[in-house]
């Protein structure tokens, strides 16, 4: 096999993350979720679904405030990676969500302050980063774009550190939408890549992490969680909400991620995929795998989808799943395929369905969004 070149730029460490999720708050409540398998699905109470086929979500008690709730993590990651005075300040604010949920309601004039760009805009302000910042509303691929971009900018110089911060609470528009279009899994299970899947479930999540170029943490006296080692994004364009059979475009990403990354498939030791246990997507996404490891490493390589567990975070998922990809490889655990998981032959993948422990060293984690988008990360340990 040729030797591959080195990677280009500056190794890009995640030195922090924090999160709130269905599990629980904190990064220790996710990760005993996740690499136990213990689903967090209960009935619905935030909002009237008497009427609706799904009854269950990742939900949270209550009716928690996400705006609160992404400050908390927020400030809960730049206070462990050490952030504080100026070195805080002129930390930027790479935010991915969604409108506040009550931003369809109001006449013109109010709906704007109501927008992603100026929830970021509070975010930052209320957690003391610097006032440059950016939003991505890019669905289900909206926080892995920000990781990339990100780490883009930290690889060339352009950027010390970074905070990305995502969050999706439940409600009820988006959950009658996917409901009504028959995406839910009515028996209130999320199987990816199994025999008989129904369809996904929604989670709520707010998490932040803290990237920095790998010298700038050195110099701080700081000791990286793992690096962000590529980062690829591809469109196929396919169809406006059906994923491209084949997985073309997640193939491409997959190769992007890996080829920045100077690895090859055979370095991969677990994929977090994207698996959002629809029908469509699971045996897509499988196909695209298989093109871009190869069938060998792509039957071989563990594989799980933790959005079983946590739920199906849309703008959030992303960070959700980086974080979970990061404690995999600190902690050396795999994660569990939750939901109770029987073999599909449209889906030939090694998939991790029990608590296993394992060294890791590259772990790769996709998206996939309406549209054709795809993200794929390389996380080295």
Same mark, same amino acid.
């Given at each position: 096999?040729?030797?591959?070149?080195? #990677?280009?730029?500056? #190794? &890009?460490?995640?030195? /922090?993350?924090?999160?709130?999720?269905?599990?629980?708050?904190?990064?220790?409540?996710?990760?005993?979720?996740?690499?136990?398998?213990?689903?967090?699905?209960?009935?619905?109470?935030?909002?009237?679904?008497?009427?609706?086929?799904?009854?269950?979500?990742?939900?949270?008690?209550?009716?928690?405030?996400? =705006?609160? !709730?992404? $400050?908390?993590?927020?400030?809960?990651?730049?206070?462990?990676?050490?952030?504080?005075?100026?070195?805080?300040?002129?930390?930027?604010?790479?935010?991915?969500?969604?409108?506040?949920?009550?931003?369809?309601?109001?006449?013109?004039?109010?709906?704007?302050?109501?927008?992603?760009?100026?929830?970021?805009?509070?975010?930052?302000?209320?957690?003391?980063?610097?006032?440059?910042?950016?939003?991505?509303?890019?669905?289900?691929?909206?926080?892995?774009?920000? &990781?990339?971009?990100?780490? $883009?900018?930290?690889?060339?110089?352009?950027?010390? @550190?970074?905070?990305?911060?995502?969050?999706?609470?439940? *409600?009820?528009? @988006?959950?009658?939408?996917?409901? +009504?279009?028959?995406?839910?899994?009515?028996?209130?299970?999320?199987?990816?890549?199994?025999?008989?899947?129904?369809?996904?479930?929604?989670?709520?999540?707010?998490?932040?992490?803290?990237? !920095?170029? *790998?010298?700038? /943490?050195?110099?701080?006296?700081?000791?990286?969680?793992?690096?962000?080692?590529?980062?690829?994004?591809?469109?196929?364009?396919?169809?406006?909400?059906?994923?491209?059979?084949?997985?073309?475009?997640?193939?491409?990403?997959?190769?992007?991620?890996?080829?920045?990354?100077?690895?090859?498939?055979?370095?991969?030791?677990?994929?977090?995929?994207?698996?959002?246990?629809?029908?469509?997507?699971?045996?897509?996404?499988?196909?695209?795998?298989?093109? =871009?490891?190869?069938?060998?490493?792509?039957?071989?390589? #563990?594989?799980?989808?933790?959005? +079983?567990?946590?739920?199906?975070?849309?703008?959030? +998922?992303?960070?959700?799943?980086?974080?979970? +990809?990061?404690?995999?490889?600190?902690?050396?655990?795999?994660?569990?395929?939750?939901?109770?998981? !029987?073999?599909?032959?449209?889906?030939?993948?090694?998939?991790?369905?029990?608590?296993?422990? /394992?060294?890791?060293?590259?772990?790769?984690?996709?998206?996939? $969004?309406?549209?054709?988008?795809?993200?794929?990360?390389?996380?080295?340990?």
């Amino acid at each position: 096999m040729p030797e591959l070149p080195a #990677p280009a730029g500056r #190794p &890009v460490a995640v030195t /922090a993350l924090d999160a709130v999720t269905a599990c629980g708050r904190g990064t220790a409540a996710l990760a005993g979720a996740v690499f136990d398998g213990t689903a967090g699905f209960v009935p619905v109470d935030r909002f009237d679904v008497s009427a609706r086929r799904t009854k269950v979500a990742a939900q949270l008690p209550g009716d928690p405030d996400l =705006a609160a !709730e992404l $400050a908390a993590v927020v400030a809960g990651a730049t206070a462990a990676a050490g952030l504080e005075g100026e070195l805080l300040a002129g930390t930027p604010l790479f935010f991915a969500g969604t409108h506040d949920r009550a931003a369809a309601r109001p006449d013109g004039a109010d709906r704007t302050d109501l927008r992603a760009g100026a929830l970021a805009a509070r975010l930052a302000a209320a957690t003391g980063l610097s006032g440059a910042l950016r939003a991505y509303t890019t669905a289900c691929v909206a926080a892995s774009t920000a &990781v990339a971009d990100a780490a $883009a900018l930290i690889s060339a110089g352009r950027l010390e @550190r970074a905070v990305v911060a995502a969050g999706y609470f439940l *409600e009820a528009d @988006r959950f009658t939408l996917f409901d +009504s279009a028959r995406s839910l899994a009515s028996d209130g299970r999320l199987r990816p890549f199994s025999a008989g899947r129904q369809g996904m479930l929604l989670g709520d999540a707010a998490v932040a992490v803290v990237l !920095e170029a *790998e010298s700038a /943490a050195a110099d701080r006296g700081r000791e990286p969680l793992a690096r962000i080692a590529g980062w690829g994004r591809a469109g196929d364009a396919y169809h406006v909400s059906q994923p491209h059979p084949e997985g073309v475009g997640l193939a491409r990403a997959v190769a992007t991620a890996l080829r920045r990354a100077g690895l090859t498939a055979e370095d991969l030791d677990y994929v977090n995929a994207h698996g959002s246990g629809t029908t469509a997507s699971d045996t897509a996404e499988s196909a695209g795998l298989h093109r =871009a490891l190869g069938a060998e490493t792509a039957a071989r390589v #563990p594989v799980s989808s933790t959005k +079983s567990v946590h739920g199906h975070t849309l703008e959030a +998922s992303g960070l959700v799943e980086l974080a979970v +990809s990061v404690l995999a490889l600190t902690q050396g655990r795999l994660p569990v395929n939750g939901g109770g998981y !029987e073999p599909d032959p449209d889906c030939p993948l090694t998939v991790v369905d029990r608590p296993r422990s /394992a060294p890791l060293r590259h772990v790769l984690t996709l998206n996939a $969004a309406f549209g054709g988008a795809n993200t794929a990360l390389v996380v080295s340990r």
